[in-house]
């Protein structure tokens, strides 16, 4: 069936220091690209999302990229910042149901102090 | 505009029992969804909900279950309560445009756990 992968599980970065979470779809009709971010106790939170007409997209801190061609896509957090500590989920869907939405399984991402 | 919201936050029932959680849909969003999530298997789709019609339904038992109201609140309910039931739940809602794919935004999730 289709999948997402996403790496690494973990992720340890000096405050301060970028950050990049990669994910990997198998799905080519896939064409949204959602990035959620959970801190704990709390639901996912929409942090950024990019759809398959576009390679980059940027909010402040933020940033994602596409590569259709290799279905990869990344998450890019620069000037890591304690409150960035959170589990990642990537994400990639085709159409208009959620049932077609198919999640990656997480990168946790803790920042030093 | 509030975001949505699910109640109880935290549930303890045990093995056997049956429980209902209850999701209100941010104000316009038409779409419901309902997943569970566990450390193990993640995100896991249940179901998704539209005009109060079950539109697609993921790979669990009939034991789950669900529905939709006229103003687009939605229900699940878990019969026969087992251990593996224990999860977060969580629901989310999407404007649901035909041809479209459009943005889940979810809620804060109801703890359930089952002893």
């Known amino acids: 069936g289709e999948n997402v992968e996403q790496h690494p599980s973990t992720l340890s970065v000096q405050e301060g220091d970028s950050a990049v979470i990669k994910c990997t779809y198998s799905?080519?009709?896939?064409?949204?690209f959602p990035w959620y971010k959970q801190e704990l106790g709390k639901g996912p939170q929409l942090i950024i999302d990019i759809r398959s007409n576009v390679g980059e997209k940027k909010d402040q801190r933020i940033a994602v990229t596409l590569n259709k061609t290799a279905k990869h896509f990344s998450l890019h957090i620069t000037e890591t910042q304690p409150e960035d500590s959170a589990v990642y989920f990537c994400?990639?869907?085709?159409?208009?149901?959620?049932?077609?939405?198919?999640f990656g399984s997480g990168t946790r991402l803790s920042i030093r102090p | 505009k509030a975001g949505v919201t699910q109640t109880p936050r935290y549930l303890i029932k045990t093995r056997g029992q049956q429980v209902t959680l209850s999701c209100s849909p941010i104000?316009?969003?038409?779409?419901v969804s309902w997943y569970q999530q566990t450390p193990g298997q993640g995100l896991q789709f249940l179901f998704e909900?539209?005009?109060?019609?079950?539109?697609n339904k993921g790979n669990f038992p009939g034991r789950f279950s669900g529905r939709q109201f006229s103003n687009s609140r939605s229900e699940m309910n878990v019969s026969t309560l087992e251990l593996g039931d224990s999860a977060l739940y969580l629901c989310a809602s999407s404007l649901y445009r035909q041809g479209s794919t459009d943005t889940q935004y979810f809620g804060p999730g109801t703890r359930l756990t089952v002893l």
């Open positions: 799905d080519s009709a896939s064409n949204y």
């Open positions: 994400a990639a869907s085709r159409g208009s149901s959620a049932s077609k939405i198919i």
């Open positions: 104000s316009g969003h038409r779409s």
């Open positions: 909900y539209f005009s109060e019609t079950q539109r």
